[in-house]
């Protein structure tokens, strides 16, 4: 089992920029797919990135491709979300997550192993 623990959360303004971090324990870290996930207020947790194992595939939702940035760095067990030009529909909190099969499973089923504890981010107009 893999321990996740998010960082970097905050109050931004919108057009600004944004890092979260997420430190993982336990297991070893590059036997796991990554991802960032989200949950707005009043809606349902939804996928945000997602990265593979050696971080040569990435897989971003339509709402932030072109604006965040999923990496990794398996040295360190480390996975960040570069938020860049953000927007108050960005507004939710955002969760690390670990997954035993795949990044591309992450992105399609919306589902996930392991999963931190969340970091609020919210974006002012």
């Known amino acids: 089992q893999v321990q996740l623990l998010e960082s970097g959360g905050g109050l931004v303004q919108a057009g600004g920029s944004l890092r979260l971090s997420c430190a993982a324990s336990g297991r070893t870290f590059n036997n796991y797919p990554m991802g960032w996930f989200r949950q707005a207020p009043g809606k349902e947790r939804e996928f945000v990135a997602a990265?593979?194992?050696?971080?040569?595939?990435?897989y971003y939702a339509d709402s932030v491709k072109g604006r965040f940035t999923i990496s990794r760095d398996n040295a360190k067990n480390t996975v960040v979300l570069q938020m860049n030009s953000v927007k108050p529909e960005d507004t939710a909190v955002y969760y690390c997550a670990a997954d035993e099969a795949s990044a591309r499973r992450m992105s399609a089923s919306g589902a996930a192993d392991y999963w931190g504890k969340g970091t609020l981010v919210t974006v002012s107009s």
């Open positions: 990265i593979s194992r050696t971080a040569i595939t990435l």
